[in-house]
Structure formats: C-alpha cells, structure tokens
C-alpha cells in the first residue's frame, strides 16, 4: 500500500490469473486486507467496501483508492462475474465519498 498523489491511501488490486469468483475474492481479501470473517460473495465485498472500520491502515483518515490491474482477462473469461463486480465496486464509491475506485488500462507493467 502507498499513498497517491493526492494523499488517499492506494491499495493494488491485481487480478493476473485471476480466473473465477473465488479468486476474486480471495484477491479482494489480501488486497484490502479485509478480516476472516469476510463472506466472500459480492454483498460482502460490497458491505466491507462501504464500511470504513475494516479499510486499510490509514484509509479512513486519507481516503481508499483502488487501482484495478490485469481485469481485462478476468472480464473477458467471465464477463457477468466482471460486471457484477464492476457495480460493486461503482455502487460503493458512489455510496462512499472516501471511496474511489479506478481500472488501469494497458499492460501489466
């Protein structure tokens, strides 16, 4: 995790190899260091992406910022998956102004 340049805490989300919902999940998890009792289904995520006392260290103070890597292969194997995620990730920072979310375009470099 790093701070962005305009001082929200950044977290990665790299979807390489990514190939289905479990491993979504479970990058979900690592990724925003979400705790054990994470459900790992999409209201889960969604609720823990709204609730600011389980976000990174340092993100409720300065912001969360997202950035969605390597999503294209993910999205093209399993688009509904993809778009279902994608309106997880679009409804809780419409709901969370502290929130944002970003998809990276290009490679995975």
Request: glycine share 8%; hydrophobic share 45%; aromatic share 8%.
């Amino acid at each position: 995790m790093t701070d962005d340049l305009a001082g929200r805490r950044m977290v990665t989300l790299d979807l390489d190899g990514v190939a289905d919902k479990a491993g979504l999940m479970d990058r979900c998890a690592r990724a925003l260091e979400l705790p054990a009792w994470f459900g790992r289904n999409w209201d889960a995520l969604a609720d823990s992406l709204g609730d600011r006392t389980v976000w990174p260290e340092g993100a409720v103070e300065k912001g969360l910022l997202i950035v969605v890597r390597n999503w294209q292969p993910y999205a093209k194997a399993r688009p509904d998956e993809w778009e279902t995620a994608r309106e997880v990730f679009a409804e809780a920072a419409d709901r969370t102004p502290a929130l944002s979310v970003a998809l990276t375009l290009g490679g995975s470099s």
